[in-house]
C-alpha cells in the first residue's frame, strides 16, 4: 500500500504527558498536512509542509504543539504536556507539490488524554 | 476556524434511493473534493473538481463545481448499505491556496 501511513492509530496518554505522532506521506508528493478532527465536525487545518519547510500554522497550534519534517519526507506532530482538550483524531495528508490538488488522508491517530 | 456549510446535516434513505447533498461558502472556491468517511478512519477522496461548471462522476457518485464558485453539490444513485458514513465536501478559496477548508459534514444512513 502507497498511501499515506500514520502511527499509531491510537494513543492514551495521562494529562501532562508528551505525545509523537508520525506521518509518512505518498512518496513522490511534496506537500504534508495535519489537520485536527473532533466529534461530530470536519477536520480543521493545522499546519503544512512544502518539502521540509514548515510553510503555514493555524492558531490552533498553541505552542505546545510542534511539528518537523526534517528531510521533506515524514513528519512527526508533537504535543507536549497534554490537556484533556487535545483529545482529537489527528490526520495527516499529503498532496503533489502544487496549489488546489487532491489531498490524500491518512488513517488518523486517534489521541485520549486521561 | 472557517468552516463550509453543508446540507442537510443528516439524511435517513431507503436503499436504491438516490442522494443530494450541497455544500455552500462565503468565499470563492478554485477547487472542490468530496470525501466519505468511515467511523474511526481518514477521508477518503471521492472526487475532485477544478472547473466552474465542472460535473465530473465516479461510478454511482456525481458532483458538480457550481457556476458561482461558491458551492458544490454530490449527488449518489442507487444507494446501497456502504454509502453509510459522513460526506465532507473541502475546498481551496483563492486567499488560501495552500490549505484546504472542511465542511460540517452529511451525515448518511441507510435503511434496508
Known amino acids: 500500500d502507497t498511501g499515506v501511513s500514520q502511527d499509531p492509530r491510537h494513543k492514551i496518554t495521562k494529562r501532562g504527558q508528551n505525545v509523537t505522532f508520525r506521518c509518512d506521506p505518498i512518496?513522490?508528493?511534496?506537500?504534508l498536512y495535519w489537520y485536527r478532527q473532533t466529534l461530530g465536525q470536519g477536520p480543521e487545518f493545522l499546519t503544512y509542509?512544502?518539502?521540509?519547510?514548515?510553510?503555514?500554522k493555524s492558531r490552533l497550534l498553541s505552542d505546545r504543539f510542534s511539528a518537523e519534517r526534517p528531510k521533506g519526507s515524514f513528519s512527526t506532530l508533537e504535543i507536549q504536556r497534554t490537556e484533556q482538550g487535545d483529545s482529537a483524531m489527528y490526520l495527516c495528508?499529503?498532496?503533489?507539490?502544487?496549489?488546489?490538488?487532491?489531498?490524500?488522508f491518512g488513517q488518523g491517530t486517534r489521541l485520549t488524554v486521561v | 476556524g472557517q468552516q463550509l456549510n453543508q446540507s442537510p446535516q443528516s439524511m435517513f434513505i431507503q436503499e436504491g434511493e438516490d442522494v443530494s447533498m450541497n455544500c455552500t461558502s462565503s468565499?470563492?472556491?478554485?477547487?472542490w473534493l468530496w470525501y466519505k468517511q468511515d467511523p474511526g478512519e481518514g477521508p477518503v477522496l471521492l472526487i475532485a473538481?477544478?472547473?466552474?461548471?465542472e460535473l465530473t462522476s465516479n461510478g454511482r457518485l456525481t458532483a458538480q463545481f457550481g457556476i458561482t464558485r461558491k458551492d458544490s453539490f454530490l449527488n449518489i444513485s442507487a444507494s446501497i448499505p456502504s454509502d453509510v458514513g459522513i460526506y465532507f465536501c473541502?475546498?481551496?478559496?483563492?486567499?488560501?491556496?495552500?490549505?484546504?477548508?472542511f465542511g460540517t459534514g452529511t451525515r448518511l444512513q441507510v435503511t434496508l
Open positions: 473538481l477544478y472547473k466552474a461548471g
Open positions: 495528508a499529503s498532496s503533489p507539490g502544487y496549489a488546489n490538488t487532491e489531498a490524500f
Open positions: 512518496s513522490e508528493h511534496n506537500r
Open positions: 509542509f512544502q518539502n521540509e519547510a514548515q510553510l503555514e
Open positions: 473541502a475546498g481551496y478559496d483563492t486567499g488560501t491556496a495552500s490549505k484546504l477548508t
Open positions: 468565499s470563492i472556491f478554485n477547487t
